[in-house]
């Protein structure tokens, strides 16, 4: 199983930015898939995620309103559409095959991508 997040870069606040994580070996039907980030000096913090049919969604408070996580199972590639950023959302940004239990998972983090940099900064 691999994992491969894309679509990171530099934005100036109140910008937006599209990531992919795209999937390969896995079967994309029975899959919870997690955004996560973490800053520089930080934990890693779960922000979203995404049930396997992409029916349901969960995500941190602090990115709720700004965040929206699709995903195309056909594609094999999970999306996290990132509006009205700001500095705070700078980061390191993952995807993971489970999510963390306080945004519907059970934490259990088989595989997870490489990671993309969003910088926000003017």
């Known amino acids: 199983v691999q994992l491969q997040a894309s679509g990171g870069g530099l934005v100036q606040p109140g910008g937006s930015l599209r990531l992919s994580c795209v999937i390969s070996?896995?079967?994309?039907?029975?899959?919870?898939i997690g955004w996560f980030r973490q800053a520089p000096g930080a934990e890693r913090e779960g922000v979203a995620c995404i049930s396997s049919n992409g029916g349901y969604m969960l995500y941190a408070q602090s990115v709720k309103t700004r965040f929206t996580v699709t995903r195309d199972n056909a594609k094999s590639t999970v999306y996290l559409e990132m509006n009205s950023l700001q500095p705070e959302d700078t980061a390191v940004y993952y995807c993971?095959?489970?999510?963390?239990?306080?945004?519907?998972?059970?934490?259990?983090?088989?595989?997870w991508g490489q990671g993309t940099l969003v910088t926000v900064s003017s």
């Open positions: 993971a095959t489970d999510c963390p239990p306080k945004l519907g998972g059970r934490g259990i983090y088989e595989h």
């Open positions: 070996g896995l079967d994309m039907d029975y899959h919870v």
